[in-house]
């Protein structure tokens, strides 16, 4: 495989550097996923995370691309996702335009349909999407998202393990592309299906989980400096007792900084069962997760917080 080069980014040394970065960019990661990072970057190798949403997945491709001073490409994945949507199509409007303006050349004679082919099948009526325009980046190389690739139907995973493993997409009417600066490619899963062996196998592999106290304290106060420590230390300890109950979806960090943020905005100091009652959609986005939480008791979870 060739490896990845960054003639205008930034080199990263050693992964202590990966944590210092991210951490200055108000991301806190733990040594296993800056280790990930690293070897990422020193060899090229696409990096597969999974974990629950609202984690803080997809949000490592676009601090890793800032770090790194690199473009970010996004594929946001979704059933039924395609070529066409995904690498490329070509531009058909256009097309048509050219063969009527080249229906007669200097002698007046028409072209042939091979010569028409070879005219509005080259590049510039190619429609660059997400995977194309990563392999054919010019001066450096990109961090590519590929964004929840578990929701893309198992045709389109298939798909992919050729850009994996070469770095190069094959478009029958111009031959093969190949990437002069492989992209530094982040996967994301929220596993609603198992991703195939294939794909695996060429990532390197990182679960996120949710993170203990201290952790997820870290992270609000990094985030949202202004939120006040006691705010913070009880939101916090809310959400960590929701995640102990049994819903169908538990808040992520996602739901504890919008709550945080909420609760700041609406002139909060500390939590009561008003506060809590009047936010609860900031940490529960289904009836059913809602009834659960009422029938918990909010005041009996705030007694364990303040």
């Known amino acids: 495989m060739t490896l990845p080069t960054h003639p205008h980014g930034k080199t990263i040394h050693d992964v202590s550097e990966v944590l210092r970065g991210f951490e200055d960019l108000a991301y806190i990661a733990d040594r ?15 990096i597969l995370i999974e974990g629950h949403t ?22 946001q994945c979704y059933e039924g996702l395609d070529v066409n949507s ?38 510039d009526f190619l429609l660059e999407r997400p995977l194309l325009k990563a392999v054919r980046a010019e001066t450096i190389s990109p961090v590519l998202l590929i964004d929840e690739v578990d929701r893309a ?43 195939s062996e294939a794909l695996k196998r060429r990532c390197l592999y990182h679960w996120i ?18 939120i006040e420590h006691e705010l913070s230390r009880q939101v916090v300890g809310f959400v960590q007792a929701l995640r102990g109950l049994n819903l169908s979806r538990s808040p992520g960090i996602a739901e504890t900084l919008d709550w945080a943020q909420s609760l700041a905005a ?26 659960r939480i009422r029938n918990a008791g909010i005041e009996n979870i705030l007694s364990q917080v303040t």
């Open 32 to 46: 296993g996923l800056a280790t990930v990072v690293f070897l990422l970057t020193k060899l090229g190798t696409p």
């Open 54 to 75: 609202g984690l803080g997945k997809t949000e490592v491709a676009k601090v890793l691309a800032s770090f790194l001073g690199a473009p970010l490409i996004r594929l």
């Open 86 to 123: 995904a690498v490329y199509e070509w531009n058909y409007q256009k097309q048509l335009l050219a063969i009527k303006l080249q229906e007669r050349d200097d002698d007046g004679k028409s072209p042939s349909i091979a010569e028409k082919e070879r005219f509005i099948f080259g590049p």
């Open 153 to 195: 139907d198992e045709a389109f995973e298939a798909f992919l393990l050729e850009l994996l493993s070469d770095f190069q997409i094959s478009i029958p009417e111009l031959g093969t592309i190949r990437a002069k600066h492989p992209p530094y490619v982040v996967l994301t899963s929220n596993r609603s299906r198992e991703l």
């Open 209 to 226: 989980d949710y993170p203990s106290v201290e952790k997820e304290l870290k992270i609000v106060s990094v985030r949202l400096p202004e």
């Open 266 to 291: 609406l002139g909060a100091h500390t939590l009561d069962r008003d506060a809590v009652e009047a936010t609860l959609g900031c940490l529960s986005k289904d009836v059913g997760d809602t009834a």
